[in-house]
């Protein structure tokens, strides 16, 4: 059987059974080291003369799993596993870059992603121009230098919800013999593959919707096997992020609902963005599903759908948004996303509460702004739990 012609939902759900033992579901290879028959083996391991483990910081057949899995979802040739979704950005980015070089990225990105590339990167002679409107792809062929390595996007972003064009950039980064790097975690890959619009490695925190259930922090790069045999020997064996035999296998079983979460999360996305684009107290929302979403048209385009995030503008600043926090019932209070029940954050008061109100604003994070990871509860009761928090502002 070739999965590679499957449709995605069976992809995601096949998995060989074990072939030592037959049990249906492959154990956990809980296992610091491998043994050697001998001293020939363990030479030729080393050497690469022949296939097998060595030590799991190299590769370990529960992670192996995943990684298979993850390079079939993204229609990529290899994918590496980390203990965080920042490990694979830092192993993904630094396994391509010397003193020297030059990154361009968009403005809008995670926050720990805009850190690494301001503070981190910066201390090796490493120059990042920052892409105010990364809405037009134009404004990534400006910031373009001949020492371009990487073109950095991430779509849709953090904290409007803005697309990024793919395509359009991954020619940028090619015509300037750069690679386009994408953080797909927003999306994933059920709805939207970057590699197929030119990208060339594609990243995850998959502690976010690959996982989906909120118990392992963890993260994911994809990309032709060139690229992931050169990060596998440097930044992945020597910088070391990686990811345990055990969240792998939490990952395996996690992802195998990846498209009945995902349908699940955007049906009552939809929903609850125009239960709050009608509501009074509501400014604005920004969801790439709505009509009203400036992108909504390139959303369509380059993606199979539109996800489970929301942000919304309220209008009474920053007490509406406190209020809202603690008002609010069945959305638990907390970052991250992606997850299968509703989380919601309020980036004024919490994230970015250190943020000088003139930063955090620049950035696009007001007073006002709150942000939903939707879950796939019932969508009423999600609806009725906001009705009554918004009543109260
Ligand atoms: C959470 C997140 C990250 C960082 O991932 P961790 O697993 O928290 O290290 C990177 N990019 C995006 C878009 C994220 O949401």
Known sequence: MDLKKCKRETQLVYGEACKTTGSHIQPIYQTSTFVFDNVDQGANRFAGEEEGYIYSRLGNPTVK???DKMALLEEGEDATIYGSGMAAVSAGILAFVEQGDHI???RCLYGCTHSFLSHIVTKWGIEVTFVDDAS???SFKNAMRPNTKIIYIETPANPAMQ???IKACAEIAHNGGARLIVDNTFMTPYLQRPITLGADLVLHSATKYI?????VVAGILIGNKEDMDHIRMTTQKD???????????LMLRGVKTLAIRMKEHEKNAMKVASFLENHPKVERVYYPGLPSHPQHELAKIQADGFGGMISLELKGGLEAGKTMMNT???????????TVDSLIQHPASMTHSPVPVEERCAAGITDGLVRISVGIEDAEDLIQA???????I
């Open 65 to 67: 799993l995943l990684e």
């Open 104 to 106: 361009v990225a968009q």
């Open 136 to 138: 037009n792809p134009e």
């Open 163 to 165: 697309l990024t064009d």
């Open 211 to 215: 996982n989906g259930h909120g118990d």
């Open 239 to 249: 910088i070391g992020g990686i990811t345990s035999p055990f969240d792998a296998w």
């Open 328 to 338: 609010i019932e069945i959305f638990h209070l907390a970052v991250s996303l992606g």
């Open 386 to 392: 906001l009705e009554k928090s918004l009543s109260t």
